[in-house]
């Protein structure tokens, strides 16, 4: 199994980006989802998650501007940005809750994508 990221990048104050996760291999099925991320210098800190039923639940730092999505029939999990300000700056992480075909779970994490918000 591979929780694969795209979607990072450079983009200035105020602007906004979407990062994408797509996990793959073999899947019986995903619980909860989520973003971490981790700037220079500090511990990864989680961002926002999403069960797989819908309910979210987000860092109070990003309330209000990020929002966390999946589709469970593709395997993928999204985090919209908006409002991104230069304490955004970070590797953000994918990290997913998948069961195998025997119904244990094993958590997961991606590569992880830099997002720059600078002027």
């Known amino acids: 199994v591979q929780l694969v990221e795209s979607g990072g990048g450079l983009v200035q104050p105020g602007g906004s980006l979407r990062l994408s996760c797509s996990a793959r291999g073999s899947i019986f099925g995903i619980g909860t989802m989520a973003w971490y991320r981790q700037a220079p210098g500090q511990e990864r800190e989680l961002v926002a998650t999403i069960t797989s039923g819908g309910s979210a639940n987000y860092a109070d730092s990003v309330k209000g501007r990020f929002t966390i999505s999946r589709d469970n029939p593709k395997n993928t999990v999204d985090l919209q940005m908006n409002s991104l300000n230069p304490e955004d700056t970070a590797v953000y992480y994918c990290?997913?809750?998948?069961?195998?075909?025997?119904?244990?779970?094993?958590?997961?994490w991606g590569q992880g994508t830099q997002v720059t918000v600078s002027s």
């Open positions: 990290n997913a809750d998948i069961l195998n075909a025997f119904f244990s779970s094993t958590t997961y």
